[in-house]
């Protein structure tokens, strides 16, 4: 059986995992990427290191970020949230960026990348000596989908 | 430690998954959806109900796929593919869907969905009485990377 998530249904989903697929365009091209996430119930934060999609997003604010729960094929839950890239600065930063690192890295050693990129090793060698950039999500939409598996018919006694 | 996959590594990773997030672009807004797949080694072949990404992949062909295997956040690996949309139709369909189905369903129930669309339940109730359309990648590009954790720095004796 599928159906729509409740409002309810996508807040919990969203509060209850740190890692979101997030698309962006450039020029017609799609892009995707895993990151790690924080929702404070009213945006969407992501801590990044510079790269592509930093570049797209600069050029681009539109994304859709894309949140799961897929137990089975026929078993899942999933959370579109649509919006638009906000880049923060100076206190806004500050006060996101210690709310972000202490949901997201509770548990991680310091040292954790928290982007999964897909840059070459020569952009790479660059980012990592660069500072990561905070930037949140202005949510415009959201919406959810779940499958679950068909009931059983009862027998016939 | 964070580095590029080898292309054998990447073909692993696509051979071992079955489910991927599709990214698709419609006048510069993403679009982002969960998807079963196949993968032959040359094309990743798709099955979908009608909905907003067939209707976005329709006018736009460039797709960008992402595949992954996310053991914590510093033990990952992650593909990318990009490439076209091409619609199969014919014996070229027929062929593709066996393979298609007895890669991906060999162990589900028949009346298993096979998408995870985010459409509205008007649409939803239409899509489920068409048939699924076979879509495959004509892919252009792969790329992967991966992030182990820091191995443990040897002990003074």
């Known amino acids: ?62 994304v859709c970020l894309q949140v799961d729960q897929i137990l089975s094929m026929n078993q899942w839950k999933s959370a579109h949230v649509y919006g638009l890239f906000e880049e923060l ?5 500050t006060a996101a960026r210690a709310a972000f690192i202490n949901s ?10 928290h982007t999964f990129g897909h840059d070459t090793q020569a952009q790479l060698d660059d980012r990592q000596r660069l500072k990561p950039v905070l930037f949140r999500i202005r949510i415009t939409q959201k919406t959810g989908r779940f499958e679950n598996p068909e009931p059983a018919k009862a027998s016939i006694p």
């Open 104 to 113: 997201v890295y509770t548990l991680m050693a310091p040292s954790v990348t």
């Open 89 to 93: 600065k100076g206190e806004t930063e």
């Open 1 to 62: 059986m599928m159906g729509q998530l409740t409002s309810s249904e996508i807040e919990n989903l969203l509060q209850s995992q740190s890692i979101c697929r997030l698309a962006c365009c450039e020029k017609g091209l799609p892009y995707i990427v895993p990151v790690s996430y924080y929702y404070d119930g009213s945006h969407i934060y992501i801590q990044t290191l510079r790269g592509r999609k930093l570049d797209i997003l600069r050029q681009n604010h539109h």
